[in-house]
C-alpha cells in the first residue's frame, strides 16, 4: 500500500511555469509505474504523462515538449514540471502509483492557467 500526496498547484498566468510534487508514503523503488492524469471541468480524466521504475517517460501529445516528468527516489516523490502553460492546462491534476497489480490515486492538485 502507498499514500500519495500532491502539491504545487495553484494560479498561473499564461506562458509561466509550476512544478508539481507527489509525495509517497514508502519507498517508490519498487513502484512500476507512476504518472499524472488530469481532469477539466465537464470533461474526461486524460492521463498526462508517465515514468516507469528504469526512467523511461511517456507524454500526450498535448503537452510533449512543454511538460517533464521525473521522479527521486532517494525522496521517495514524483514531478511534473510543466512550462509555456495555456489555459486548456487548466484542470485538477493527480498522482498515481502502479504497484503490485493496484492502482493508488493523490487527492487532486488544482492548476488554473488563466491572466
Known amino acids: 500500500q502507498v499514500q500519495l500526496v500532491e502539491s504545487g498547484g495553484g494560479l498561473v498566468q499564461p506562458g509561466g511555469s509550476l512544478r508539481l510534487s507527489c509525495a509517497a508514503s514508502?519507498?517508490?523503488?519498487?513502484?512500476?509505474?507512476m504518472g499524472w492524469y488530469r481532469q477539466a471541468p465537464g470533461k474526461q480524466r486524460e492521463l498526462v504523462a508517465t515514468?516507469?521504475?528504469?526512467?523511461?517517460?511517456n507524454y500526450v501529445d498535448s503537452v510533449r515538449g512543454r511538460f517533464t516528468i521525473s521522479r527521486d527516489n532517494a525522496k521517495n516523490t514524483m514531478y511534473l514540471q510543466m512550462n509555456t502553460l495555456k489555459p486548456e492546462d487548466t484542470a485538477v491534476y493527480y498522482c498515481?502509483?502502479?504497484?503490485?497489480?493496484?492502482?493508488?490515486w493523490g487527492q487532486g492538485t488544482q492548476v488554473t492557467v488563466s491572466s
Open positions: 515514468i516507469n521504475s528504469g526512467g523511461t517517460t
Open positions: 498515481y502509483a502502479l504497484t503490485m497489480g493496484r492502482k493508488y
Open positions: 514508502r519507498s517508490i523503488v519498487s513502484i512500476n509505474v
